[in-house]
């Protein structure tokens, strides 16, 4: 069964800092990965996936297969990339697993 | 931009009452879901419905849950008998393709209190 992992509960950082929201999975079959986000009061929305290889709000995110890891990453956070983010790894079947979320607090 | 609706916004119920949680996919859409997140913990999937049937379901939606499309536009989510632990936001969502390519769109959630 496909499984993600999301180490991090919280990541606090000040603005303008550097972020890598961290996300390894476990999946026998080639992936297909997401990160969703959630901002505050906001409804779960699709933030990238890693087959377009797009930016998103400055977002990047690189999937390793030898690493089995697809981290999200930002060079420079800003206070409105508060939110909670989700890594996700479709698997094989017709629906979306989620991580359990990293929330992430962009500081003034 | 059409999007994913849902109602309640927030039901309060006792247990062991029947719950219904509507959902009106986005209208090109075919494959729906629901979801749901207990308080403080991740995002769980509960179903997926695809050509007027289950494609998937999860260990969490035992016989207490059920799923229906009645008409062209809704979706809905019911809960037979509802426990305590049956507490959270119920997530509807709907996708134009499956497969593991299509962007999942989600609705803003029904929060189900159960006392």
């Known amino acids: 069964a496909q499984r993600v992992t999301q180490p991090e509960k919280l990541l606090s950082v000040f603005k303008g800092a550097p972020v890598e929201l961290k996300c390894n999975y476990s999946y026998s079959g080639s992936p297909e990965l997401f990160w969703y986000v959630q901002y505050s009061r906001q409804r779960l929305q699709l933030l990238l996936r890693h087959i377009s290889r797009e930016s998103i709000k400055g977002f990047t995110a690189d999937l390793n297969k030898g690493e089995t890891s697809f981290h999200l990453k930002k060079p420079f956070a800003q206070e409105e990339d508060s939110a909670m983010y989700y890594c996700a790894p479709p698997g094989a079947t017709n629906k979306l697993i989620f991580g359990t979320g990293t929330l992430l607090a962009v500081q003034p | 931009e059409p999007e994913v609706t849902q109602t309640p916004s927030h039901q309060v119920t006792q247990m062991g009452q029947e719950v219904i949680l509507r959902c009106v996919p986005i209208?090109?859409?075919?494959?729906f879901y629901w979801y749901r997140q207990i308080l403080g913990q991740k995002v769980e999937f509960l179903v997926s419905f695809y050509n007027n049937e289950i494609s998937e379901k999860s260990e969490i939606f035992d016989d207490q849950f059920s799923v229906e499309r009645p008409d062209g536009s809704n979706f809905t989510l019911k809960i037979r008998s509802t426990k305590l632990e049956d507490s959270a936001m119920y997530f509807c969502?709907?996708?134009?393709?499956?497969?593991?390519?299509?962007?999942?769109?989600f609705g803003e959630g029904s929060r189900l209190t159960v006392l």
């Open positions: 969502a709907s996708s134009e393709e499956g497969r593991n390519t299509g962007e999942l769109f």
């Open positions: 209208s090109n859409h075919l494959y």
